[in-house]
């Protein structure tokens, strides 16, 4: 008796990992041209793309905040504001000065915040500058950052970063550059993360990365 449920037990387990697995074309979708990362040799890249006006980003922050925590050393996570439209691009814009000002860990969830929680649009220089005054730094040198030539190139990078992915929406995870994962093919937010680390696992244990 105890050998059958053993056998169940086991088969049960089998049949768990195999369904946790993701599916190529289901799961995730394969890019045709891997993108390059920047990590070093042995390192994976995984990557949000995001959008700060987006609900569903906003909503996604929280698990995947948690799955982040817990990131061996030889994971390397970045976030890259989406460019797709004027909006989208000014957002970026405060993301990647933020960046340069050395405040956006402290800015970037209460820049989510104050959109979906205050209903601020923060999409004016000015408007952008008084909110990261509260984060150390003065309004000039916010605006500075914001109109500055370094931040300008960050967004014609994420622009041209945004197309390689092929991306028609966000969020999204890609992971080595290779692997992207939506809301939709995750089957929801919750999913992303998980589906993330089954492909760090894959990446990992066929030692491909894309690190240099």
């Known amino acids: 008796m105890w050998k059958q449920w053993i056998a169940i037990i086991a088969g049960l387990s089998l049949s768990t990992l195999a369904a946790a697995a993701p599916v190529e074309g289901q799961d995730y979708r394969v890019l045709d041209t891997p993108v390059d990362t920047s990590v070093d040799e042995g390192q994976i890249e995984v990557t949000e793309a995001f959008w700060y006006g987006c609900p569903h980003c906003y909503d996604l922050e929280g698990p995947l905040d948690a799955w982040v925590e817990e990131l061996p050393e030889d994971v390397v996570f970045r976030r890259l504001p989406a460019t797709m439209g004027d909006v989208w691009t000014r957002h970026a814009t405060a993301f990647f000065a933020a960046e340069r000002l050395g405040i956006l860990e402290e800015v970037h969830g209460d820049f989510f915040d104050a959109i979906h929680q205050e209903g601020k649009k923060l999409t004016q220089v000015d408007d952008i500058a008084a909110f990261f005054s509260d984060y150390g730094v003065s309004e000039e040198e916010a605006r500075e950052a914001l109109t500055s030539f370094g931040v300008k190139s960050r967004i ?21 550059g290779r692997y992207v994962i939506t809301p939709d093919s995750a089957g929801s937010l919750d999913n992303m993360p998980q589906i993330a680390e089954a492909l760090v696992e894959k990446v990992r244990s066929e030692g491909d990365t894309q690190g240099e």
């Open 156 to 176: 014609n990078q994420a622009h041209a970063r945004m197309r390689a992915y092929q991306l028609m929406g966000v969020p999204a995870l890609i992971v080595d």
